[in-house]
């Protein structure tokens, strides 16, 4: 694939997550640890197939927001090590899964763990870090954290489910897709942050905001992660750029360009989603559709929209170097498009 679309310079200054991971390191060499531990099996083939994606370079966002969140209102314990490595846990089992339900072939630049050992290896082992990540919320031993980490992960599994119910439907709504991805990706954002505050013992206030600020972070993140797909490059994705297309993924740049669409716009669209028509030649169509639409700059504005409103959550708490970092992290996101 030779084009991508340029996007809009909006001359942010570059951001970074390095206040959030200087912030949580010496935390993060406690969780890493564990997920080491966690990750053994007898079973030979559950810790190679586990390692595979453990190891392939993902930031480890959502378990050090975890972390950042519960030093955010002082906690002493390491309850927090437990519960980010739930997280993390969880993450990945939902890539192992989302792997075998889009049939992808690459994850972070390397072969899906599917492509390696097969579909039944992928779900099973990710059943089984399901399981551990469980256990690990009951050592914790609080049950409120345990009810918003297992709630997230009912809510994940209904926007699997949902996602499969509008997909290759071009009639798909802005709406039924943030549904979506609110379920799919906003969900664990959302319970990584709020159980932070849970095990500090924080206000429900706080509670509150942290919840909110995980949610608006997971629905920018995804939206930004979408406009990557027709706009970013194969390196920054850890995927082919294009890859969402080729796999006849209904996301906002293409619901947005369906909609602006004219009659030969829209039955290019419902060619290439709903027939599976998505070869090179149609991803090249594809990506002049959605720029005579201007479906990717709109889509950086709703993301951008999202992370407004959760740098407006954490504003009434007081500031602390978490709390400028999870800050941060929200520009670092939608500063990926740059």
Request: overall charge negative; proline content about 3%.
């Amino acid at each position: 694939m030779g084009v991508v679309i340029p996007l809009e310079d909006k001359n942010r200054n570059t951001a970074s997550i390095k206040p959030l991971v200087d912030l949580t390191k010496p935390d993060m060499g406690r969780v890493n640890q564990l997920i080491l531990e966690k990750a053994g099996s007898d079973v030979e083939m559950i810790p190679e197939v586990a390692n595979h994606l453990i190891s392939s370079g993902g930031k480890r966002l959502r378990p050090m927001l975890t972390l950042a969140a519960a030093s955010m209102f002082g906690y002493e314990g390491d309850g927090h090590v437990k519960l980010a490595t739930s997280v993390e846990f969880m993450h990945t089992a939902t890539l192992l899964h989302d792997d075998v339900v889009d049939e992808s072939d690459l994850r972070r630049g390397k072969s899906t763990a599917r492509m390696i050992w097969g579909n039944q290896a992928s779900v099973l082992v990710g059943d089984f870090l399901l399981g551990q990540a469980f256990k690990m919320m009951v050592d914790v031993g609080s049950l409120d954290a345990l009810d918003v980490l297992s709630t997230a992960a009912s809510i994940i599994a209904e926007g699997e489910v949902l996602q499969l119910s509008v997909a290759g439907n071009m009639e798909t709504t802005e709406d039924d897709y943030l549904a979506v991805i609110r379920a799919k990706t906003a969900a664990l954002f959302s319970a990584a942050a709020e159980v932070g505050p849970i095990i500090a013992g924080a206000s429900k206030a706080d509670r509150d905001a942290l919840r909110s600020y995980g949610t608006n972070l997971g629905l920018a993140f995804q939206l930004v992660d979408d406009v990557l797909d027709y706009g970013g490059k194969a390196q920054d994705l850890g995927k082919n750029v294009g890859d969402d297309f080729r796999e006849g993924k209904i996301t906002l740049p293409v619901v947005l360009s369906y909609r602006r669409g004219d009659d030969n716009d829209r039955a290019f669209w419902r060619s290439a989603i709903e027939e599976g028509n998505n070869d090179e030649a149609a991803l090249e169509t594809a990506l002049a559709l959605i720029a005579k639409s201007n479906a990717l700059n709109d889509t950086i504005t709703r993301a951008e929209h999202y992370g407004a409103i959760a740098r407006d959550a954490l504003a009434p708490l007081a500031d602390t170097p978490a709390k400028a970092a999870m800050l941060e992290v929200i520009d670092f996101c939608i500063d990926r498009i740059n």
